[in-house]
Each structure stands twice: as C-alpha cells, then as structure tokens.
C-alpha cells in the first residue's frame, strides 16, 4: 500500500522552520499555489478559473518556462498574482551541487527580471528537496522558501480525480498553502479538482490570497 502524506506534519515544520509551511490567520484566508508552468492552455484555463471565483493564488514556475512563454507569464501577472521561482531547470536539490543550484536559480531571476524589471523572492525548491547549505545561501540573497500545509497530488497518475479532490478538501484550514501543478502531467487531475475546490473555498467562506 502506497503511504501518503498529504498534510504536513506539525513536527517537520517545526523541524524546518525556517520555511515557510502555513500563514495561520483569522480572516479565513487560504494560500493555492501552482508548480511547473507556465505551460500553454493549462495555465490559461487556470487563469480563467481563477478569475470566475475571484481568487489569487501563486504561481511557482520554471525558468525554461517562462522564457519559452514569457506572454503567459505576463497574463499571471496582468491578472495580479504572485510569481516565485521554481528554478530554472526543475532541478532536484539533494542531487544537485550547491553552486548549481544557486546558479540555476539566478538563471531563473536573470530571465524574469529580463521580462519584468523585477525581482523574484519567492522560492519553492522542486520535489521539496533542498540541501541546508542550499537553503542558507537563498535566506541570505532574501529568499523566502515556500513549502506547503496541503499536498494535492494532482501529478500522481496513480490516484484517482475524487482521491485527489479527498486531499485537498479534508486538509484544508486558515492558513493552508495548498499545491497543485498547472502542467501536462497534473491536468487531468486539475481540470476535476481545482473547479470543486474553489466552489468548496467559495461556499465555505474562505479567501484565496496570494504570497508576497
């Protein structure tokens, strides 16, 4: 039997606390956040989705990405949510050199900031894998390392749409940062998920922010 471990255990953000797993409030506000794009269609239907509930959410993308796409990034950003870097490569921490990585990274921000005229400090490490001398050195250019409350599961092919609906809505409270992927490989999920999630956030009176 597959073990999951879809809500963050209190433990392991207390052990890491340096990141960022949850922003406990009193105004019902929730955090969703989408890896891996932008990618065509699937970040637009996205984007529409979102706009219909009203909602902001946090967009965690690939370098390659937006440089491949750099008018759908654009369109996130016309539509007021928040970017973070998801690096440039989709590189795995823990089997990744440190100067790499950073140096990945930074090819993430020399893009967005091409695009932009801004920099990114948000930063969620792909696969949640990060070495701690990695983490140090993003703390220090003034990163904030995004993780997350709820772990949707939308990229697993072997869950069902319902089993990945079921992960999100049990797990969901004030404060939740909650992943889902707006790629190829989640969409399937996605497209079923993310519609009755906002419509539960929607009948439950919560909002949807964005990170900053």
């Not at 950073?102 to 801004?118: G, H, R, V």
Request: proline fraction near 5%.
């Amino acid at each position: 039997m597959k073990l999951r471990w879809v809500k963050t255990h209190w433990t392991i953000k207390k052990l890491f606390s340096n990141y960022v797993w949850d922003i406990p409030n009193n105004e019902n506000k929730v955090y969703l956040t989408f890896d891996d794009g932008p990618t065509p269609e699937i970040t637009q239907w996205t984007l529409n989705l979102l706009k219909k509930y009203n909602a902001k959410a946090t967009f965690f993308c690939i370098g390659n990405n937006i440089q491949m796409y750099p008018e759908l990034l654009m369109e996130v950003i016309k539509e007021e949510h928040s970017i973070g870097n998801h690096t440039y490569n989709h590189l795995k921490g823990w089997k990744t050199n440190t100067q790499e990585y950073i140096e990945n990274i930074n090819l993430f921000d020399k893009e967005y900031s091409k695009l932009t005229n801004e920099n990114c400090k948000l930063f969620r490490p792909p696969y949640g894998k990060i070495k701690p001398s990695q983490s140090k050195i993003l703390r220090k250019m003034g990163y904030k390392i995004i993780m997350w409350d709820v772990l949707s599961e939308d990229f697993d092919a072997t869950i069902t749409p319902e089993q990945c609906l079921e992960n999100v809505l049990k797990n969901i409270i004030p404060g939740s940062i909650i992943v889902f992927h707006d790629s190829v490989k989640a969409y399937s999920n996605l497209q079923y998920v993310l519609p009755r999630t906002l419509e539960f956030l929607k009948q439950k009176g919560f909002n949807c922010a964005k990170l900053t």
